[in-house]
């Protein structure tokens, strides 16, 4: 069962604290030179949360927040837990480049079939599944449903060169 | 009530001819296939279907239509459960117990307990319309600009108090979702607000990346990192994944899923309130009416019924005031009009006397539809419930790559997969610093309703309406019960489970 402890301040809740209470004050001043009507709403909702904010930080610094553990992992539980993280941060930005370069259609299926190939090291399983996706994201939503998909950086300079 | 009971028999029967008949389950498969992808939804099928069921009969169109929408936001329980993806943000409550319960193998027990609850909300809701009408149509009357934002404000604050470890982090949370729904161009001030000169942010931030950003990312790679499947072992998972299970749950808390049908469908019939409002509004009778509520958050089947319940009651009481007043209660309804207007009927107080049959044949629909695809889901769900157990080395890319299609369905730009990975990030930091991510969400969804809502108050009435209305008395004094109620809650909680030391962030 999950735990719940006292968290010293300046943890990582404490901190997202912090960043609502700025994300709130950002409001209030980028909002000062709209129309009256436009902000009355969200300078209300801002002026609340950064009150909220500013309570759970003084609380944070003076008791510390009662934090449930829940969510995160156990001691020990994963191993290079920081490398990791930063290891798939980065095959998630390369899906998203990928997308923006070469597109949708190719992205996905080449993503999938390197990140399958090379984590689970089942190369078939990784062909079927970068079909599978390509079929899913081509055939079905682009050919039958005629969906279209943000075209990529690559196809937009093959249009405007007069390749495609 | 003779005309009515007439009109209810008559529509049923229209169902059963073949053609109909066979346009309904077209649309009930069609309407599967939308729920179940992350990032298709109801809305997105009613526009696809929309040239095609032009074409034809006023009979058969709605089938049609209807029996698609109807399915959509029970087949979207299918990610929430067992990959912990809400495709819609109807399915963010059935995700915070549904998901859990999957993680302890009892997914199968999670979705069919959804699947019943779905069938008796909208069968309650049918028979409750029918015997109702009259009665009803006086309460939806009732219901102005004020009412709106007084019942949408106590979803909210039932969202935001009862999800997570404190109520403030809850509250703030819920401001913080308010204030990005305030992003793009405002109607009433005719004013781009925080769009930064960004031309992607003009038209508002897209809720589908952000709910998917949100919720199933940080799942995915919580998955990834621990190297194991969604559930533990086959044994539980087989042992405690049945049918069965599910209907003797519902059937345990008959009672519970009831008063959730009775909440959705009112709910529905109030226009604009729609399906994510109605769910919070149960889950949060649920957990109040609970004699013991700890369990709810961790894998508690009762928040899988009462918010399935109520949701599938909300679309047949979702007919009404678009049909009966021509309002329609939803986007959805709004193209579920624009088809009703094309093929001769004309929605509007005269159609609960002229078009009665066809008026309850949109009411049966939806029960029926709900009734096929619960038994077609429990068929197919010993299959589905084994993605439980594929090794998250597979699984966990193949979810990444359907996330990232459904958030590019928001609005076909790049912008959407952007908002996705920021949103990602911003729901995997919330997730291990224990800040509730349910409130970011509904507030997204709600702003707008609010703001919207306010505003018109502001104009036509004066603050003595807070205590002249007695509807709006009601809720007010709801909205402060519950909060308090909520924060008594936590604290008895925190004080039974509080580990004395002082432990380092992970």
């Known amino acids: 069962m999950a735990i719940v402890r006292r968290e010293t301040p300046r943890s990582g809740t404490w901190w997202v604290g912090i960043a609502v209470g700025v994300l709130s004050a950002l409001v209030l001043y980028v909002g000062r030179d709209y129309r009256p009507k436009a902000v009355q709403f969200p300078n209300a909702i801002a002026i609340t949360t950064l009150i909220l904010a500013v309570v759970h930080t003084i609380i944070g610094v003076l008791r510390g927040l009662v934090v449930d553990t829940e969510g995160g992992f156990e001691q020990g539980e994963v191993a290079n837990l920081g490398r990791r993280r930063a290891v798939y941060a980065l095959w998630g930005l390369g899906a998203v480049l990928g997308i923006w370069i070469v597109g949708v259609h190719t992205a996905l299926p080449v993503f999938l079939f390197l990140v399958i190939g090379f984590e689970a090291r089942n190369w078939i399983m990784a062909t079927c599944l970068a079909i599978a996706i390509w079929?899913?994201?081509?055939?079905?939503?682009?050919?039958?449903?005629?969906?279209?998909?943000p075209a990529s950086l690559l196809t937009r300079w093959l249009i405007a060169n007069g390749y495609y | 009530?003779?005309?009515?009971?007439?009109?209810?028999?008559?529509?049923?029967?229209?169902?059963?001819?073949?053609?109909?008949?066979?346009?309904?389950?077209?649309?009930?498969?069609?309407?599967?296939?939308?729920?179940?992808?992350?990032?298709?939804?109801?809305?997105?099928?009613?526009?696809?279907?929309?040239?095609?069921?032009?074409t034809m009969s006023p009979e058969n169109a709605v089938a049609f239509l209807l029996g698609m929408y109807a399915v959509t936001t029970q087949t979207d329980a299918i990610p929430a459960v067992l990959i912990g993806v809400p495709g819609t943000s109807a399915a963010q409550a059935t995700y915070l117990d549904g998901y859990p319960m999957a993680r302890r193998g009892e997914a199968g027990r999670a979705l069919s307990a959804s699947y019943f609850a779905s069938v008796v909300g909208t069968l309650i809701a049918a028979v409750g319309i029918i015997l109702f009408l009259p009665l009803l149509k006086n309460i939806v009357d009732s219901f102005a600009a004020p009412e709106n934002f007084a019942i949408s404000l106590f979803g909210l604050v039932l969202a935001a108090s009862l999800v997570g470890t404190s109520v403030l982090r809850g509250l703030m949370v819920a401001g913080m979702g308010l204030l990005l729904a305030t992003v793009g161009y405002a109607d009433h001030a005719r004013e781009d607000r925080f769009t930064l000169d960004i031309i992607y942010l003009q038209s508002g931030i897209p809720v589908i990346p952000i709910a998917l950003g949100l919720f199933a990312l940080p799942e995915v790679l919580d998955l990834l990192l621990k190297r194991t499947s969604i559930a533990g072992s086959t044994d539980t998972l087989l042992r405690k994944g049945g049918a069965a299970a599910g209907l003797a749950d519902v059937l345990k808390h008959r009672w519970l899923a009831v008063r959730t049908a009775v909440i959705g469908c009112v709910s529905g019939m109030i226009p604009g309130l729609g399906g994510a409002v109605a769910e919070w509004l149960c889950y949060g009778h649920a957990v109040q009416s609970a004699k013991d509520s700890s369990q709810f958050g961790k894998g508690d089947v009762?928040?899988?019924i009462a918010p399935e319940c109520g949701v599938a009651a909300q679309k047949?009481?979702?007919?009404?005031?678009?049909?009966?007043?021509?309002?329609?209660?939803?986007?959805?309804?709004?193209v579920m009009m624009g088809a009703l207007f094309i093929v001769g009927i004309r929605p509007g107080p005269t159609m609960l006397n002229e078009n009665l049959p066809l008026t309850f044949q949109m009411i049966w629909t939806v029960v029926l539809a709900n009734l096929i695809v619960a038994v077609l889901c429990l068929w197919v769900q010993r299959y589905l419930i084994r993605i439980c157990l594929v090794r998250a080395e597979i699984v966990a890319p193949t979810i990444v790559c359907f996330m990232l299609t459904g958030a590019m369905l928001a609005t076909y730009s790049m912008g959407d997969v952007v908002l996705f990975a920021v949103f990602g990030i911003v729901g995997y930091v919330f997730k291990h610093t224990d800040w509730p991510r349910v409130p970011l969400i509904l507030a997204f969804v709600l702003g707008p309703l609010l703001e919207n809502n306010l505003?018109?108050?502001?104009?036509?009435?004066?603050?003595?309406?807070?205590?002249?209305?007695?509807?709006?008395?009601?809720?007010?004094?709801?909205?402060?019960?519950?909060?308090?109620?909520?924060?008594?809650?936590?604290l008895r909680t925190r004080k039974d489970r509080l580990q004395p030391i002082t432990a380092p962030d992970e």
Do not use: K
């Open chain 1, 135 to 149: 079929a899913f994201t081509y055939v079905l939503l682009s050919q039958v449903l005629h969906i279209l998909l």
């Open chain 2, 455 to 490: 505003w018109i108050t502001s104009l036509r009435y004066d603050v003595s309406i807070m205590w002249e209305r007695p509807i709006l008395i009601f809720v007010e004094i709801m909205t402060v019960l519950v909060l308090a109620n909520s924060v008594r809650m936590r």
């Open chain 2, 1 to 54: 009530m003779i005309d009515v009971l007439q009109g209810a028999a008559s529509g049923l029967g229209n169902l059963f001819i073949w053609q109909t008949f066979l346009f309904m389950m077209a649309g009930i498969l069609i309407g599967m296939f939308f729920g179940l992808v992350p990032g298709l939804n109801g809305l997105i099928g009613m526009a696809l279907l929309l040239p095609l069921a032009i």
């Open chain 2, 302 to 304: 009762r928040g899988v």
């Open chain 2, 316 to 334: 047949p009481g979702a007919l009404i005031p678009t049909l009966a007043m021509g309002i329609p209660g939803n986007a959805s309804m709004a």
